[in-house]
């Protein structure tokens, strides 16, 4: 069984932590670069809280881009009050999606289909400006979870655009050829395993392994946690209930066309959300505390075999500030429907039409079956 490089991620957002692989003390030197003209601790701090951290919880996309003195900055940044900044993309991609964003949120519309489109998006609010580059604003999907969960999959049969190069195509075909069958594809997904207390994080090099005949079995369910005792199967009513709403709009809207965007599926992880488990327990517990990052290997290797790669990093977040913030219970709060995030995400190739999206649809059928087969 061949693995490649592994990367590891940092459980929190404490960047001074001091971690252990090569990849990792890459990551922490360009946060680092985020913080250094700080001359002291009191300074160094207000300054992370002004500025944000890298969003630790990412299931894929860049990590990093080139801002325009040609310096690293984060792709994702975590302001940590419920937003986050997405840096926006090369020309004219960043346009493109800065300009769809606009379309939804800065006018008043009064048609229903862009009101309900509006509930699947992250909230837009405003370009930001920064030395190294301009960012959209955008709410975190994930804020307030303890232990977030993220899987992101490119929706479509095509995920190029009319004006893509013809290697772009071939490249595009070649990133995931069961996705003509599927219409989807998971890009990645960041899973927290309550009992062992470890994010797995399933890469690129991962997913694009998977078949049309292991998507479920060595994919999606895996995302529920339906290969351990502790599985999420709670949530899959409540994601069909959201898809098919989602199915319901596609299938009526004729205004865009979304080529390579993604849903973005979350839910929290901390056992007490589900309820009936002790969070305290088992996050206190001082049991191994390891994270996976499964990169390579096959889809078709066993998940207990995919753990040996793991590497071992030490999650930082202390006990007592998780014991401080899950005091609350937040499942008294939510309702069925809360548990789980379904979003759009990514529309740096979005364009106005005047047909039913059939490539998005599509793969937003065949997900709901694959859905579905999880619950027979
Ligand atoms: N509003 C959001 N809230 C929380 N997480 C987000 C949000 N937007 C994006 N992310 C996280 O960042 C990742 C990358 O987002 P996105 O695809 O929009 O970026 P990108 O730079 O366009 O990536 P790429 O072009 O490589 O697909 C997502 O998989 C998700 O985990
Ligand atoms: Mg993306």
Wanted: with cysteine.
């Amino acid at each position: 069984m061949m693995f490649g490089q592994n990367f590891v991620f940092t459980l929190n957002k404490q960047l001074e932590d001091k971690h252990i692989s090569e990849t990792v003390d890459f990551e922490m030197d360009v946060m680092k670069f985020e913080l250094n003209s700080n001359h002291n601790e009191n300074e160094k701090e207000t300054n992370c809280k002004r500025e944000g951290a890298p969003l630790t919880i990412q299931a894929s996309g860049h990590k990093y881009v080139h801002g325009v003195s040609g310096r690293l900055m984060p792709a994702v940044i975590d302001l940590g009050d419920g937003y986050i900044l997405k840096a926006l993309q090369k020309h004219p991609r960043g346009e493109r999606e800065l300009s769809f964003y606009q379309q939804i949120f800065d006018q008043i519309y009064v048609d229903p289909d862009i009101q309900m489109l509006k509930s699947f998006l992250p909230h837009f609010a405003g370009k930001v400006d920064r030395g190294e580059g301009s960012y959209l604003k955008l709410s975190n999907l994930i804020h307030g979870y303890q232990r977030p969960c993220v899987m992101d999959l490119k929706m479509g049969r095509i995920t190029y655009d009319c004006k893509a190069t013809q290697e772009k195509i071939l490249s595009e075909l070649k990133k995931f050829p069961p996705a003509q069958q599927l219409g989807f594809q998971i890009t990645g997904m960041m899973v927290f395993d309550p009992v062992k207390e470890t994010y797995e994080k399933f890469s690129k090099e991962y997913t694009r392994k998977l078949t049309e005949e292991t998507m479920v079995s060595k994919g999606l369910s895996l995302f529920f946690g339906l290969n351990r005792e502790t599985n999420r199967n709670d949530l899959l009513h409540p994601l069909l209930a959201k898809l098919r709403e989602l199915e319901l709009w596609f299938s009526v809207q004729k205004k865009f066309s979304f080529i390579a965007s993604s849903l973005l599926i979350s839910y929290d992880g901390c056992p007490q959300v589900k309820a009936s488990q002790s969070c305290t327990e088992n996050v206190l517990g001082n049991s191994i505390k390891q994270s996976y990052v499964y990169d390579g290997g096959t889809a078709k290797d066993t998940v207990e075999s995919n753990c040996i790669c793991g590497e071992v990093i030490e999650p930082s977040k202390s006990s007592s500030e998780f014991t401080s913030t899950i005091n609350h219970d937040h499942s008294q709060d939510k309702n069925l429907a809360d548990k789980i995030g379904l979003h759009l995400i990514d529309f740096a190739h979005v364009y106005p039409s005047d047909s039913v999206d059939h490539n998005v649809l599509f793969g937003i059928r065949k997900l709901i079956s694959c859905m579905e087969s999880m619950l027979r």
